[in-house]
DNA sequence: TCCGATTGACACTGACTAGTGTACTTTGGT
DNA sequence: ACCAAAGTACACTAGTCAGTGTCAATCGGA
């Protein structure tokens, strides 16, 4: 049950291609769901050669979700840097970037479809792993955005006391909200009702942050 | 695959543990761990009982959930009604009602970790009845918090556009976002902690949608 | 008390799955 | 071309689980 040890065992690609067929079967079909016969089949590799580079199912499972965190941590930077790093019209800026946000879990499906079944899974996991799983995806995600908005703050178009509260609450108006409703992609949304959310949020946002506050 | 079906079999009492059962091992387990024999044990019911009552494990599993929403449901009204009924202190009624929303959480441990366990299995879980339970549950949630902020809107303490919305906006700040952070329940998070989450939860609505905003 | 409905005990089928052992083949670097 | 590391094919163990069949036991109402 260590987690993140180094295992410099095997070929790279044959590694790559079992932890994106794992990534997708898991997320399809949930941890339990999920035979490793299918991930080897998916991953056109013999499932020996899965148990040479991974020794569990489980630490399989463990490490797809870490490295999924980093690979989805670092999207969301750049779509932060995108939307944040000039602020032109704040309202404006700040529902593009939320649906930009929103759009990477589409972006990602198999990470995000991966996410519901760590979330289904909460229970089972080692409560260390499921803290370093957290601390490497969705808290990475508003501690980098805390930083974004104190910026904003500075520059006098926000007024706030806790950037990291005004992170999480942005985060939750817009993105939780959305990911709410569509069971993380599961039942669509049109984009319309996914704009008519985070617009609302991002509004709700500005009444309680702004400093210009009509 | 049909939803609610009157089945007007057995004796009512065994049935009943069977559900009780059901549930409990459900939320233990999720969906596909759980097997039917340990329900079976759990209630104290020959598994050929359980399957004279209902025809699926999968049958067993919507019905419980379907059932325990409307439990949870009729709960929450009541806490809404013993906090908003009568407003005094707007701030601190909200707060409180609120940690008693979340309180529900532990109050119905089984029934929460049924909702962990619906959400891990929505994508399987058939569109028509998934929506079923939404508006069973979580929806009835926030159409009925709805009147009542709409009602403490004409006293002149809340401005509210569309209240559907704040009323959804009030449950992210609050609710939602401390069963994000403790997994509804699977990890626990201390009562400060909660008490924390909470009160910034509501200030943030309060300066969104109060009409004596400072 | 009696009868029909309900339930229990329990063995069983068929299917699936995690993980291993082994002998053979492929691959990449030198 | 050679060799060791890596991968494959495949059979196999041991266990689990959903769902059924059967028949005896039990219960509740008349």
């Given at each position: 049950?260590?987690?993140r040890?180094?295992?410099?065992?095997g070929?790279?690609?044959k590694?790559?291609?079992?932890t994106?067929?794992?990534?997708?079967?898991?997320?399809?079909d949930g941890y339990t769901?999920?035979?490793?016969d299918?991930?080897?089949?998916?991953?056109g590799?013999s499932?020996?050669?899965i148990?040479r580079?991974?020794?569990d199912?489980e630490?399989l499972?463990?490490?797809?979700?870490?490295?999924?965190a980093?690979?989805v941590?670092?999207?969301?930077a750049q779509?932060?840097?995108r939307?944040?790093?000039?602020?032109v019209?704040?309202e404006q800026?700040?529902i593009?970037?939320s649906?930009d946000r929103?759009?990477?879990?589409t972006?990602?499906p198999?990470?995000?479809?991966?996410?519901?079944?760590?979330?289904?899974?909460?229970?089972?996991?080692?409560?260390?792993?499921?803290?370093?799983?957290?601390?490497?995806?969705?808290q990475?995600?508003?501690?980098r955005?805390?930083?974004?908005?104190?910026?904003?703050?500075?520059?006098?178009?926000?007024?706030?006391?806790?950037?990291?509260?005004?992170?999480?609450?942005l985060?939750?108006?817009?993105?939780?909200?959305?990911?709410?409703?569509?069971f993380?992609?599961?039942?669509p949304l049109?984009t319309?009702?996914?704009?008519?959310?985070?617009?609302a949020?991002?509004?709700?946002?500005l009444?309680?942050?702004?400093?210009t506050a009509?």
């Amino acid at each position: 049950m260590t987690l993140r040890q180094a295992e410099p065992y095997g070929r790279p690609e044959k590694r790559q291609a079992i932890t994106r067929a794992a990534r997708r079967v898991f997320g399809r079909d949930g941890y339990t769901r999920a035979s490793v016969d299918a991930i080897a089949a998916a991953a056109g590799v013999s499932k020996r050669t899965i148990y040479r580079h991974f020794t569990d199912k489980e630490q399989l499972f463990l490490t797809v979700a870490l490295e999924g965190a980093d690979e989805v941590t670092a999207a969301i930077a750049q779509i932060m840097d995108r939307h944040l790093h000039k602020i032109v019209d704040l309202e404006q800026d700040l529902i593009d970037f939320s649906l930009d946000r929103v759009a990477a879990v589409t972006a990602f499906p198999d990470h995000f479809a991966l996410v519901r079944a760590i979330e289904a899974e909460a229970a089972h996991i080692p409560p260390p792993i499921l803290k370093a799983w957290v601390a490497a995806g969705p808290q990475t995600g508003h501690l980098r955005l805390a930083p974004y908005l104190r910026r904003i703050a500075e520059r006098g178009l926000l007024r706030i006391d806790d950037a990291d509260v005004a992170a999480a609450h942005l985060t939750l108006l817009t993105v939780t909200d959305v990911n709410q409703q569509t069971f993380y992609g599961a039942i669509p949304l049109s984009t319309e009702e996914i704009t008519r959310l985070v617009t609302a949020g991002v509004q709700a946002f500005l009444r309680s942050y702004a400093a210009t506050a009509g």
